[in-house]
T-cell receptor
């Protein structure tokens, strides 16, 4: 039944060791997003894909990259995680480029710990 | 720059009480406003979406209102239950794939 699926639910990595988080969707939505949420803070948009077009937010660190090989999958790569990158990473989708009807659909998130 | 604020940051009420959560935003140029629920360590579940031309939306015991000109929205929860305990976030869609979130109100409903 899950429409936006994130794996794994919990990820532990070592300082500086590359890590990849994955997201898949069954909604056939055009847009996929990655948000970072630190404890008790608002989710912060890192980047989005509109179909194959990639858009990086201006303040997203260079350490973060993303891949979308097809409509259904999107990956978040953190090249050299620092302690400050420990957070919940949320994947979301929306049907198209937005408007008054546009809703965001979220996965269950991946909680990343950096040791 | 759009900013979204939710006050209070935390709220504790006894079971059965009706309650109101508040959300304010600084720029009235929005397409819609969504209310989400987030359980501890989980993702966000959409509760209600109010289009910019609408004044309110209802779903079960939830009612959300929007006053775009004053930059305010409220989420009314009727007859609260312990299962309503969660963090409630509001978010405004400003176009260009930008949804701006508040930090949420953490609600605890005591049995």
């Amino acid at each position: 039944d899950a429409m936006v699926i994130q794996n794994p639910r919990y990820q532990v990595t070592q300082f500086g060791k590359p890590v990849t988080l994955s997201c898949s969707q069954t909604l056939n939505h055009n847009v996929m997003y990655w948000y970072q949420q630190k404890s008790s803070q608002a989710p912060k948009l890192l980047f989005h894909y509109y179909d194959k077009d990639f858009n990086n937010e201006a303040d997203t660190p260079d350490n973060f990259q993303s891949r979308r090989p097809n409509t259904f999958f999107c990956f978040l790569d953190i090249r050299s995680p620092g302690l400050g990158d420990a957070a919940m990473y949320l994947c979301a989708t929306s049907r198209d480029m937005g408007g008054i009807y546009e809703k965001l659909f979220f996965g269950s998130g991946t909680q990343l710990s950096v040791l | 720059k759009q900013e979204v604020t939710q006050i209070p940051a935390a709220l504790s009420v006894p079971e059965g009480e009706n309650l109101v959560l508040n959300c304010s935003f600084t720029d009235s140029a929005i397409y819609n406003l969504q209310w989400f629920r987030q359980d501890p360590g989980k993702g966000l579940t959409s509760l209600l979406l109010i289009q910019s031309s609408q004044r309110e939306q209802t779903s079960g015991r939830l009612n959300a209102s929007l006053d775009k000109s004053s930059g305010r929205s409220t989420l009314y929860i009727a007859a609260s239950q312990p299962g309503d305990s969660a963090t409630y976030l509001c978010a405004v869609y400003t176009g260009g794939f930008k949804t701006i979130f508040g930090a949420g109100t953490r609600l605890f409903v005591k049995a």
